[in-house]
C-alpha cells in the first residue's frame, strides 16, 4: 500500500473551527479521492507494518474538515478482526435518535488533529440512530453503538467545528463521571 498525500490540519488551525457544509450530489472526482485516500490513510494507521515505516499515529476517523475542506463528510475505519477492516462513509450526518445513556472512553479520546495527550471526559450517546447519504447520494440510515457511536459523534462534532478537547471541563476534567459508563 502507499500512503496517501494527505495534509491533517494541527488544533492550532482556525480553519477547524469552521462550519462544514451540506454536500450536493453526484461527488466531484477530487472529493471521491480524498474519501477513499483518507480510508487509506486510517487503514495503514492501524496497521503495524505501515505506522512504524510511516511514524504515524493510528487513527479511527477523519472528518474533510481536518484537511482543510469544509464539507460533510466523515471516514471511519474500524478494524473488525486482526487485519481485517471496515469502513464508513458518512455524508451530510443527522442524528434521528439517540439512547439517554451516556458513555465515555476511559482512556480518553483521540484526535489525528491533536497531537497531545488529554484526559477527561467527553460525555457521549451509548446508541444513536443517524441519518445519512452514501457516496451515491442515496439516503441511508445506521444504527451505531459502544465505541462506533463516539466516533460518529467525535466526527459530527468536527463537521461543527468542535473539537473533544472543548467538551472537557477545565477544572474538573472527570466531573459527573458516576453518571456515565466507561467504555
Ligand atoms: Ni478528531
Redesign the pocket.
Known sequence: MKLPEINILDEKNKILRTQSKEVTFPLSKEDKKLIHDAIDYLTMSQIPEYYEKYNLRPGM???FI?LGIPKNIFVIVEEVDEGEFEHYIIINPKIVSHSEELIYVGEGE?????NREVDGIVPRFARMKVQYQNEDGETETIRVREDISVAFQ??MD?LNGI??IDKIDKKNPFKDKEKMREI
Open positions: 476517523g477523519l472528518a481536518q483521540g484526535c489525528l488533529s491533536v467525535h466526527e468536527h473539537l473533544f
